[in-house]
């Protein structure tokens, strides 16, 4: 099976930084896509950062320019670095995969567990 663990959320003040950590593990033959969402109580849970297999990097408009994902293949982690944090920005983060779990497959859909950011205004 395949796990993702995200860690390092918490409560931070407006204009602070936070970086969000991601590690997938488990029988994993190809890692496809690894995306972060957000969804703040009442909303719907929306795409934040995501990155291809081929490196393409995108954002969600409200956090360009503010946050900036990075990845570490070795370790089949992903990272968000969050700067210049704003109150709405405050949801619950989750990771996200696509993963082939052996060379045939397709590849399936992977949550974490999400982790929660709060900023305080």
């Known amino acids: 099976q395949v796990q993702l663990v995200e860690s390092g959320g918490g409560l931070v003040q407006a204009g602070e930084s936070l970086r969000l950590s991601c590690t997938a593990s488990g029988s994993i033959y190809k890692i496809n896509t690894m995306d972060w969402y957000r969804q703040a109580p009442g909303k719907q849970r929306e795409l934040v950062a995501s990155?291809?297999?081929?490196?393409?990097?995108n954002y969600a408009d409200s956090v360009k320019g503010r946050f900036a994902m990075s990845r570490d293949n070795a370790k089949n982690t992903v990272y968000l670095q969050m700067s210049s944090l704003k109150p709405e920005d405050t949801s619950v983060y989750y990771c996200?995969?696509?993963?082939?779990?052996?060379?045939?497959?397709?590849?399936?859909?992977?949550w974490g567990q999400g982790t929660q950011v709060t900023v305080s205004s």
């Open positions: 996200h995969a696509d993963i082939s779990t052996h060379r045939w497959a397709r590849g399936f859909d992977y």
């Open positions: 990155i291809t297999s081929d490196g393409r990097w």
